[in-house]
C-alpha cells in the first residue's frame, strides 16, 4: 500500500468514527434530557461554517420558537449544552429553537452532571 493510498484510508477511517461518535453522543444527549423535554431528537448535519464540517443539531415540536414566541424568561437547550460541555461551542444548535423554563433548564443540568 502506498503512502498516499495509506493517508487516504485514515483519513476515510477518521470520517466514519467522527460521524459515529457524532451520532452516539446525539442519541446519549436525547436519552438523558428526554424525561424533560419529551419529544427531543437530534441528529448530525454537515456543516462547514464550524471548522469540524459537522454540526449536532436538536429539535422539539412543543419547544420550537414558534411554540414559545413572545413569552419571557426561557433558556435555550444549546446555551445548557455548552455550559456544561464549553469544548462542544460552536458545534451544537437548535435551528428551530428548543426553549425550556428556568426549572427545566435546571434539571436538564443536574442530569447532564450526573453523567459527566
Do not use: H
Not at 9 to 21: A, D, I, P, Q
Amino acid at each position: 500500500m502506498s503512502k498516499l493510498e495509506e493517508i487516504g484510508r485514515k483519513y476515510l477511517e477518521s470520517l466514519v468514527n467522527t460521524w459515529s461518535f457524532g451520532c452516539k453522543f446525539v442519541t446519549e444527549i436525547v436519552n438523558i434530557c428526554s424525561p424533560v423535554v419529551k419529544d427531543l431528537y437530534g441528529e448530525l448535519k454537515f456543516d462547514r461554517s464550524n471548522g469540524t464540517g459537522q454540526i449536532v443539531c436538536f429539535y422539539s415540536d412543543s419547544r420550537s420558537k414558534d411554540c414559545i414566541l413572545n413569552r419571557g424568561g426561557y433558556c435555550k437547550f444549546e446555551d445548557i449544552i455548552v455550559e456544561e460541555f464549553p469544548f462542544l461551542d460552536d458545534q451544537i444548535c437548535c435551528p428551530y429553537g428548543v426553549y425550556l423554563t428556568k426549572s427545566e433548564a435546571e434539571k436538564i443540568k443536574v442530569l447532564l452532571r450526573k453523567v459527566k
